[in-house]
C-alpha cells in the first residue's frame, strides 16, 4: 500500500483529491493530511510516505494595489514554504514530491482575437507576483530530482468543480441572472476537479517526474460555458453575436476582460496531459447538480 502526504489542511484541491482515493483505490493508498499554517509541520516526520502531494500556497493574486507585505506573503507561502517542505521530503526519504504550480506561470491570457497556444518549449513569463512566487517555487525544488527522489511540477489552467471557488463561480451567476449573454469567439483550456484527482494519481501510480500540463480534452468557450451552467440548472440563455467590438474596446480600460474571454490554450499535442474521463458538458452538468 502507497502512502500519500497532502501538506495544507482543508484545501479544494487536497480535500478533492484525498475522497477521490477514499473513493477509488481504498486498498490501495492510504492519504493523510498535514495542516501547514504553523510551524508543527515541521517536527512531523515524512519518513515511511511515498509521495508528498504539496497543495498549500495561497491560490489567487489581487493585482490591484497591493502592498509590499502582502507581496512578500506570497513568496514566503508559495515559493520558501514549497521548497523547504520539498527539502524536508527529501530530507526524510519520501520517494516523490507533487506540486501545484499554475497557468499563470505564462502570464496573461492573449486579447480577444489573438491567440495563446502553450507548448512544451513556451518559456514561462510571469505577469505578476504571484505567476512569479509559483515559478520560483517551481525553480527551487526541480534541481531536487534525483535517482531516489521524482519532483512533479503541475501547471493546471482554471480548476472548477463541485465546491469551487474563483472565475467559475461568475459564470454562474451571469448564467442564473441574464436570459441573454454575449457570444465573443474564444478558447481556453480547463480542467474538471476529477479529471485532475484522476491524472495526480496516475503521477502517482507511475511513479512520474517532469513539469505536466494536465487539462480537459476539450477547449472551453465562455459563452458557451455560461449556456451550459444554465442548461444545467433548467434555464435557457441566448447566446448573442455582434458585440465582440465593444469589449475589445472595453479590455484598454481593465483587464477583467481579457481574464474572461481572452485566449489561453495547452497544445493538444501534449497528449499525454490531457484527462478526458469527464468531458466538458458531463462535468459542468456534474458540478451544478452536486452545487444545487
Same mark, same amino acid.
Given at each position: 500500500?502507497?502512502?500519500?502526504?497532502?501538506?495544507?489542511?482543508?484545501?479544494?484541491?487536497?480535500?478533492?483529491?484525498?475522497?477521490?482515493?477514499?473513493?477509488?483505490?481504498?486498498?490501495?493508498?492510504?492519504?493523510?493530511?498535514?495542516?501547514?499554517?504553523?510551524?508543527?509541520?515541521?517536527?512531523?516526520?515524512?519518513?515511511?510516505?511515498?509521495?508528498?502531494?504539496?497543495?498549500?500556497?495561497?491560490?489567487?493574486?489581487?493585482?490591484?494595489?497591493?502592498?509590499?507585505?502582502?507581496?512578500?506573503?506570497?513568496?514566503?507561502?508559495?515559493?520558501?514554504?514549497?521548497?523547504?517542505?520539498?527539502?524536508?521530503?527529501?530530507?526524510?526519504?519520501?520517494?516523490?514530491?507533487?506540486?501545484?504550480?499554475?497557468?499563470?506561470?505564462?502570464?496573461?491570457?492573449?486579447?480577444?482575437?489573438?491567440?495563446?497556444?502553450?507548448?512544451?518549449?513556451?518559456?514561462?513569463?510571469?505577469?505578476?507576483?504571484?505567476?512569479?512566487?509559483?515559478?520560483?517555487?517551481?525553480?527551487?525544488? +526541480?534541481? /531536487?530530482?534525483?535517482?531516489? =527522489?521524482?519532483? !512533479?511540477?503541475?501547471?493546471?489552467? %482554471?480548476? *472548477?468543480? &463541485?465546491?469551487?471557488?474563483?472565475?467559475?463561480?461568475?459564470?454562474?451567476? +451571469?448564467? /442564473?441572472?441574464?436570459?441573454? =449573454?454575449?457570444? !465573443?469567439?474564444?478558447?481556453?483550456? %480547463?480542467? *474538471?476537479? &476529477?479529471?485532475?484527482?484522476?491524472?495526480?494519481?496516475?503521477?502517482?501510480?507511475?511513479?512520474?517526474?517532469?513539469?505536466?500540463?494536465?487539462?480537459?480534452?476539450?477547449?472551453?468557450?465562455?459563452?458557451?460555458?455560461?449556456?451550459?451552467?444554465?442548461?444545467?440548472?433548467?434555464?435557457?440563455?441566448?447566446?448573442?453575436?455582434?458585440?465582440?467590438?465593444?469589449?475589445?474596446?472595453?479590455?484598454?480600460?481593465?483587464?477583467?476582460?481579457?481574464?474572461?474571454?481572452?485566449?489561453?490554450?495547452?497544445?493538444?499535442?501534449?497528449?499525454?496531459?490531457?484527462?478526458?474521463?469527464?468531458?466538458?458538458?458531463?462535468?459542468?452538468?456534474?458540478?451544478?447538480?452536486?452545487?444545487?
Amino acid at each position: 500500500m502507497k502512502k500519500i502526504l497532502i501538506t495544507g489542511a482543508n484545501s479544494y484541491i487536497g480535500t478533492s483529491f484525498e475522497n477521490y482515493i477514499k473513493t477509488n483505490h481504498p486498498s490501495e493508498y492510504l492519504v493523510d493530511t498535514i495542516d501547514m499554517v504553523d510551524g508543527t509541520w515541521r517536527e512531523k516526520s515524512f519518513t515511511g510516505y511515498d509521495t508528498v502531494f504539496h497543495v498549500a500556497g495561497i491560490a489567487h493574486s489581487d493585482t490591484g494595489k497591493v502592498s509590499d507585505e502582502r507581496k512578500a506573503l506570497y513568496y514566503k507561502v508559495n515559493t520558501e514554504l514549497t521548497i523547504e517542505t520539498a527539502k524536508k521530503a527529501k530530507a526524510d526519504g519520501v520517494k516523490q514530491f507533487i506540486f501545484m504550480s499554475s497557468a499563470i506561470v505564462y502570464g496573461d491570457s492573449a486579447p480577444i482575437g489573438k491567440q495563446k497556444v502553450i507548448t512544451k518549449d513556451t518559456v514561462p513569463k510571469p505577469s505578476n507576483f504571484y505567476g512569479d512566487s509559483k515559478l520560483q517555487a517551481e525553480n527551487g525544488i +526541480l534541481p /531536487l530530482q534525483s535517482d531516489s =527522489f521524482n519532483v !512533479v511540477v503541475l501547471r493546471p489552467p %482554471m480548476i *472548477y468543480g &463541485k465546491g469551487c471557488k474563483g472565475n467559475y463561480q461568475v459564470l454562474v451567476k +451571469l448564467a /442564473l441572472k441574464l436570459p441573454v =449573454f454575449p457570444y !465573443v469567439k474564444n478558447e481556453r483550456s %480547463m480542467l *474538471y476537479i &476529477k479529471n485532475l484527482c484522476e491524472f495526480v494519481w496516475l503521477m502517482v501510480e507511475n511513479d512520474e517526474q517532469g513539469i505536466f500540463w494536465p487539462q480537459n480534452a476539450e477547449y472551453s468557450n465562455t459563452s458557451e460555458m455560461v449556456k451550459m451552467i444554465a442548461e444545467a440548472h433548467g434555464k435557457k440563455v441566448k447566446l448573442v453575436k455582434g458585440f465582440t467590438w465593444l469589449f475589445i474596446i472595453t479590455s484598454r480600460f481593465t483587464g477583467l476582460v481579457n481574464k474572461a474571454f481572452g485566449n489561453l490554450t495547452y497544445d493538444t499535442n501534449l497528449n499525454y496531459n490531457i484527462i478526458n474521463l469527464y468531458n466538458l458538458k458531463k462535468s459542468i452538468e456534474l458540478t451544478e447538480r452536486l452545487n444545487g
